[in-house]
Every structure is written in C-alpha cells, then in structure tokens.
C-alpha cells in the first residue's frame, strides 16, 4: 500500500481505495486472521466450555470445532468483499440499509467493538502482570492500551507486516502450549466430576465459538479492501477460513484443557506453572502481542465505523490519517475506562456480552450476505455510498425491517443471565436463536425485498 510521501502513517480512511494503490495477495489474509487468534482472550473462550456450561472436555472440543466451523463461513464471505468493492465493511452497509438506515447497524457494532477492545485489553494487561508481576496492574493497562493506539496510529500496512512478521512465532507457542498442557494432563484428557454433556451446555458453547467468528464479520473486509479488485473470491474466502479456524479451533481447546486436564484456572499465569521459565515467558509474551494484535483492529474498526457515522451528516467530507487518529485516541480512552468495570466477574460479564451480541450481529450478517451474493451479485454503485440523493437512499425498509424483526423473532429462543425466553425456558433452557434467527432473516429479507416497492437499483433490477 502506498503511503503519503512524508510519513509512514496510513492516509486514507473511509474512502473507496483506488486500484492503483491495490496490493498484496490473498495469502496475506491468513496470518491477520490466524494471528488475531493467539491471544489470552481466546483460551478463555475454551474455558467457558466446563466452567460456564459445565461441559465434559470432549463435548467442550466438539462444540468448539462445530461452532468455529459455522461461525467462519460467514466471516471468510464477509472477507471476499473487501477486494471487489475497496470500502470499509460498514460504508458497504449504506448499500443494504440505506444512508441513514446504516447507523443502526453502525451504533450496534461500534458497541461490540468497545466490548472486545475492553475485553482485550483486561486480558492482556493480565499478561503483562504475569511476566511482569511487580507491575501495578493499572499502569500495565495503561501500557497495552498504549502500545494498541500507536499501532492503530500507522494503519493497515503496519496491522499486516505485523501479523506476517509474527505468523511462524505465533505457531511455535501454540505448539508449546499443547505439548506442556498434555504434559501436566499426564498425556490425554481427563474428565472432571464435576463436567458433563448436556445438550443446554453444548448448544450453548457451540453457539459462543459461533459467535466469536461471526463477531469478525463487520470488519474481516476492512483488512481485503487494499487487495487487488482481482483477487479470486475463492482465495480470499479460503485464506480467511483456514486462518480463522486454524487459529481458534486449538487454542480455545487448549483453555478448555488447561480447566479440565491440567486441572487450573485457565489463566494466563497458569502456564508458567506448567512450562520451563524461559519457555513459559517466550509463550507469554507471544500471548502478550496477540492480545495487543487483536486490540489493533478492534480499535482500528471502531475509528472507521465512528468517522463512517460522523461523514453520514457531511457526506464531501474526505477523513485523513488525523481525523483517524483522534477518533482512535478517544475511542481508546473510552475503552480503557470501559476495561475498569469489565474486570471484575469478567467470564459471566463476558458470556453474556457476546450471547447478547450474537442476537445482534445475525440479522445484519443475513441481510448483507444475501444482498451482496443474490440480490446485487456483488455489483453495487460505489460513489452512491456517499449520496443520499443516489440510488440506496436514506433508509432501505425490507433491510431495516428484517434487521429488527430478525432480532424480535430470536426473542423467544434466547436463554441467558440476562433474559430467557418462553422457548427456551420450555426447552430447559437449551438456546436455538441464531439458529431461528439465521433462517428467518434469510428467508424475511428475500421476501421484502421481493413486496417492496421502494427498492435501490440493484434490488429493483434483482426483482424484475
């Protein structure tokens, strides 16, 4: 990517990137996506499986690997967006949703990236006391919230030198981790008496390693839009689906060990008890970069989702690299005060944060992978992005409609800490929304579109 001619910092923002300035291959979409996920905040994930769900280790892994599995596919076709329009996800979202409808969706996931930026950033700031452990555990949060803004400051060209640069790193240290995890589990998996299957339990992890892939899904494309408008959809969806899966799949199995087989807490400083000195602080620290890896581009998104929001109301206003910077330096406070609060109870606060996301983040996942492979075909007018008086319009209401409705109709069929609904409450508390609500949001949002009579160009033209 070329940069401006005084600096290395990223210049462009929001803007659709020209194709002379396209670059790098697919493949690049692997490490991004594999290095995001060596980080604490994915062994938690595993943890969730026997200490939140009461999940026996073999039930916890299979949820796992089915959940990840599901949950990728909608974030990998999200991915193959980025090259073919060269916008960032939710300036692509004024396409389905209208330019006002958009901010909607706009509010819903700025909030959860404020919600994973804190989560990081408790985590890792744990790690950091954990190799550090005379260090006050507010200094060490004001350290990786830090190190995360002076990353976010040079932009995407650093985000994926950086993740290329610690790829093969990152790989070592989940190796390490399995092999002493094994080795203090006496060399298998052991079962705790206290675990078990339950179908409430493995629906319910599988719904959560769902929902930590399809939680990329708003902004996977922010980090395709620089490849060239050429780029097979097919390698951009496969390097974005291995890298997703092959990163997550082991290290939340590895968490779920660490509670069950290792018989720990599942904490970061768990593995210095299990692991030689220097090869536990070798892991750490690779756990302490992914952390501040996967912080990068949930404060990265947000400044793109906030100057999106802010250019809605001034729509000939072109944000540079400063407008970018100070967003993310407020956005970065925010989240560090927002970490504050989170840390204390952090697993119930944390499962139920991305249960509740899941409901969230489905409707609109629907209404956007159905616009753009059956109804637009992957043909939108880019500079209508920024038009309201162009062919999207202020508010798109079959995709408003279904994103509400999607929402309303899981209602029934959530079951949490902070709502259960009258299905699940008769299932005994077994959760089928994203499920109830994938489906419904498929199939409601062909429908409106088809009964209305307001449609964009693409839709009118999918409809005739």
């Known amino acids: 990517m070329k940069t401006t001619d005084s600096s290395l910092i990223e210049d462009l923002t929001i803007q659709p990137v020209p194709e002379e300035r396209r670059t790098g291959t697919a493949r690049h979409l692997f490490s991004v996506w594999f290095g995001v996920q ?12 026997p200490t939140v769900y009461g999940l026996d280790i073999a039930s916890t892994i299979a949820a796992i690997v089915l959940g990840n599995l599901i949950g990728a596919v909608f974030m990998a076709l999200h991915s193959v967006q980025g ?15 209208g330019m006002y409808g958009s901010l909607l969706v706009l509010v819903v996931v700025i909030l959860m990236y404020l919600g994973f930026l804190a989560s990081i950033i408790v985590l890792a700031r744990d790690t950091l006391v954990a190799l550090v452990p005379a ?53 298998g998996p052991a079962t705790s008496a206290d675990t078990s299957f339950s179908v ?145 109870n952090f697993l119930v606060n944390y499962s139920n944060f991305i249960h509740f996301l899941m409901c969230l983040l489905i409707p609109w996942s629907i209404v956007n992978l159905v ?46 800490d902070f709502f259960t609904g009258p299905v699940a409450a008769a299932m005994n508390g077994v959760d089928v929304s994203w499920l109830v609500g994938s489906v419904a949001s498929f199939f409601l949002y062909l429908a409106l579109v088809r009964l209305s009579a307001k449609r964009t160009p693409a839709l009118a033209a999918a409809a005739a």
């Open 200 to 344: 409430i339990g493995f629906l319910g992890m599988t719904s959560i390693a769902a929902t930590w892939q399809i939680a990329y899904a708003p902004y996977v494309s922010d980090y395709s839009r620089y490849l060239p408008a050429a780029t097979p959809s097919r390698e951009a969806f496969w390097y974005t689906y291995l890298g997703a899966v092959v990163g997550a799949i082991p290290v939340m199995t590895l968490g779920a060990l660490l509670v069950t087989a290792a018989g720990g807490d599942g904490s970061v400083a768990q593995l210095l008890d299990i692991m030689p000195g220097p090869i536990g602080v070798f892991v750490l620290v690779m756990l302490f970069l992914g952390a501040i890896d996967a912080a990068v581009i949930n404060l990265y998104g947000p400044s793109l989702c906030t100057l999106t929001l802010m250019q809605t109301f001034r729509t000939g206003w072109k944000p540079g690299a400063f407008a970018r910077n100070l967003v993310a330096t407020c956005t970065a406070v925010i989240a560090f005060m927002v970490a504050l609060l989170f840390a204390d």
């Open 371 to 416: 616009d753009y492979y059956m109804i637009a075909k992957g043909q939108y007018d880019i500079a209508a992005f920024s038009d309201v008086n162009a062919g999207y319009g202020a508010f798109n209401i079959p995709a408003l409609a279904t994103y509400i409705l999607g929402f309303v109709i899981q209602m029934p069929f959530m079951s949490g």
């Open 38 to 49: 060596i980080m604490p905040l994915t062994l938690v994930m595993g943890v969730l499986g």
């Open 83 to 97: 090259s073919k329009l060269g916008v960032p996800q939710m300036i692509q979202a004024r396409g389905q949703f």
């Open 135 to 187: 260090l006050n555990p507010s200094l060490a949060l004001v350290l990786t919230t830090g190190l995360t803004l002076v990353a976010v400051i040079f932009g995407y060209e650093f985000i994926h030198r950086l993740n290329r640069a610690l790829l093969v790193l990152f790989g070592i240290a989940v190796i390490l981790i399995a092999v002493f995890t094994f080795q203090a589990a006496g060399g």
